[in-house]
């Protein structure tokens, strides 16, 4: 949440920093803001709204080659243009700008800074403040910023510069993520590679509590103790086109075609050279040593983690529980005696679910990340990861790291079946193989889900979608993508649960999306099916090759029945698709919403 960059060097900086900032446009959206330094000083831009209505109010003629700029998901403060970063100091020779939350802004204004008057309502705007109360006090700046930093709680990533010197920008981080990108005679900082590629592609991580100075030709990072830390840089591994709409017109699109592909790419790089399904023997290990295994993940990571718990028990035969992050935290229920965690997060940077690995890391848990960005911060901080290799996903309903997800999952768990000797009657390389190739004929039912969408959610306020067994976890996912991007409230059910209330809400009219891909359950889908049309509900019934039935709208070739979620899932994410855009919303950035949810 959020989206810092930062450029110093001997360009220009302004159309370097707009151009990342749309990178990182999936952080959050609702107001932005570049600060540029020169030799008349500092100059700052901001404005409410996306990164396009920044660039109208930046001026073309300030040319810097210092600068900063932000792009935020508002926490304190209503998205305004008085609230987006960069933030002032009093006298205006500070800016900065923040990802995250200082959690005791309050006290620290009720402390330190009684006599100045903060002209915002973020929680920020105390940081600059007190870098300056500690210049004004006597300290140096590095001195100044080291000491606002020790007083800090809470997250964040910062970039300051000093309106009194253009050869340095200073850096921090804590739970945020932020890297410093290296260059030729310039350097630059940012959220997230992908910002600044177009540079570089060569960064050095940050750790939390540590402070970094950087030059144009230097980057110094320093322990909050003064303690110089010296730190290689690695190549980030990533594609210009990977980030690129290319001829899409929406990321979400895009996302959901390369499914495929992602599902053709996990076979591969999970095969050994003899075509066997791998995985880290320490990982195995792991798993067959936990009596229980606790996954923790949130929203659509979630979702993933309710199918492949069904996977671990029903092949490796070990318990599974799957919980909310945000819930376990704070209500962490009793553990078994030898439990392992997964943690699965697409951004591996959610920071609901990172509490809860520091928490169970300091009870001594072992801990698995499952994410999609190597070096993430839940990736670094786990014993072990397993990359979804699903590429970047730029919008913000998650759409192929879902897929991902299960099938890591579903991998994870044959294998340590097959490590424990236990005999499954198929081959999984060969059923991924066949639900790439299913997934791609769904693909190419484009125009049959657009007209679903049409036809059923171009002007419902409310929509169901209800299933069985694993079917209804698939509809918890339908519904989610479906409200986050349409804004039609939609969700999902377990089909014998609607009798127990929620069939009150079914009027004549209202959308009842249902999946019957599981035999042991169809004719008891198909008979909530009957309740709800008997109370006036427009069914779409979505089945499986082998089960239908003539009433069905659409038919998905048949998969082996354990991973119908794989293909069951992408009509439902290409329905949401067609129905925000039929209802003109902004599809890949959905109001109130973004991708990386680094706020707990
Ligand atoms: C919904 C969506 C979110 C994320 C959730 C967790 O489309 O993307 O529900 O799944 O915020 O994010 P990660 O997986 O990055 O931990």
């Not at 330190?112 to 600059?128: A, G, H, M, N």
């Not at 140096?140 to 300051?160: C, P």
């Not at 996302?255 to 992602?262: A, K, R, S, T």
């Not at 909310?324 to 943690?343: K, Q």
């Amino acid at each position: 949440m959020c989206g810092i960059v930062g450029y110093i060097g001997e360009q220009d900086s302004k159309e370097i920093l707009l151009r990342g900032l749309e990178k990182l446009e999936y952080r959050g959206y609702d107001s932005a803001g570049i600060a540029v330094l020169n030799e008349n000083g500092v100059h700052v831009f901001k404005e409410k709204g996306r990164i396009a209505d920044l660039r109208e109010v930046v001026n073309p003629d300030v040319e810097a080659s210092v600068g900063i700029g932000h792009t935020r998901w508002a926490t304190h403060g209503a998205p305004s243009r008085v609230n987006a970063h960069p933030h002032q100091s009093a006298s205006g020779r500070f800016t900065l700008v923040h990802n995250g939350v200082i959690e005791n802004y309050a006290i620290l204004k009720r402390e330190y800074l009684q006599d100045v008057e903060l002209k915002s309502d973020t929680d920020t705007e105390v940081i600059v403040q007190l870098v300056e109360k500690f210049v004004n006090s006597g300290l140096d700046v590095e001195e100044a910023f080291r000491q606002t930093l020790m007083l800090l709680k809470g997250s964040y990533a910062i970039a300051l510069i000093d309106s009194e010197n253009k050869d340095v920008i200073y850096v921090a981080k804590n739970k945020s993520p932020l890297l410093v990108g290296l260059g030729d005679g310039f350097n630059v900082v940012a959220s997230d590679a992908m910002a600044m590629l177009q540079v570089t592609n060569q960064y050095v991580e940050l750790m939390d509590k540590e402070m970094v100075m950087v030059t144009k030709n230097s980057v110094t990072i320093k322990k909050l103790d003064g303690n110089i830390i010296d730190r290689d840089p690695y190549t980030a591994e990533l594609d210009a086109s990977d980030i690129e709409k290319g001829t899409y017109p929406h990321y979400m699109l895009k996302e959901i075609d390369e499914q495929p592909l992602v599902m053709r790419r996990i076979i591969q790089k999970y095969q050994d050279e003899n075509g066997h399904l791998t995985i880290d023997p320490e990982i195995i290990e792991a798993m067959n040593e936990a009596d229980r295994i606790y996954i923790i993940a949130c929203g659509t990571s979630y979702h993933a983690g309710l199918v492949g718990k069904q996977f671990i028990e029903k092949w490796a035969k070990i318990p599974v529980e799957v919980h909310v992050a945000s819930e376990f935290s704070y209500n962490m229920p009793l553990l078994s005696e030898r439990p392992l965690f997964i943690y699965i997060s697409q951004s591996g940077e959610t920071a609901d679910s990172r509490a809860v690995l520091v928490q169970t890391k300091e009870m001594g848990y072992k801990a698995l990340t499952i994410t999609n960005v190597p070096g993430s911060t839940l990736s670094r901080e786990a014993d072990y990861t397993l990359l979804l290799h699903a590429g970047p996903e730029i919008a913000v309903a998650s759409t192929k790291a879902y897929t991902a997800q299960i099938a890591v999952l579903a991998i994870l768990a044959t294998v340590t079946a097959k490590a424990k000797g236990i005999e499954l009657d198929f081959d999984l390389v060969k059923e991924l193989g066949i639900i790439a190739n299913v997934m791609e004929m769904l693909c190419d039912a484009k125009e049959e889900m657009e007209k679903i969408a049409r036809e059923y959610l171009a002007t419902t306020r409310n929509c169901f979608f209800i299933g069985r067994a694993v079917d209804f976890y698939v509809c918890l996912e339908g519904a989610l993508k479906l409200k986050e991007i349409s804004y039609i409230q939609a969700e999902g059910f377990a089909g014998g649960e609607l009798k127990h209330g929620t069939i009150a809400l079914i009027e004549e009219g209202t959308p009842v999306i249902a999946l019957a891909t599981q035999e042991h359950v169809n004719l008891s889908i198909r008979g909530n099916v009957k309740e709800v049309v008997a109370r006036g509900a427009n069914p779409c019934i979505i089945s499986m090759k082998g089960l239908e039935t003539e009433e069905d709208r659409y038919v998905i070739p048949a998969v082996h029945p354990m991973l119908t979620p794989l293909v069951s899932v992408v009509p439902l994410q290409l329905i949401a698709y067609y129905a925000a855009l039929h209802r003109g919303c902004d599809v890949d950035k959905p109001r109130n919403l973004a991708k990386s949810v680094t706020v707990e």
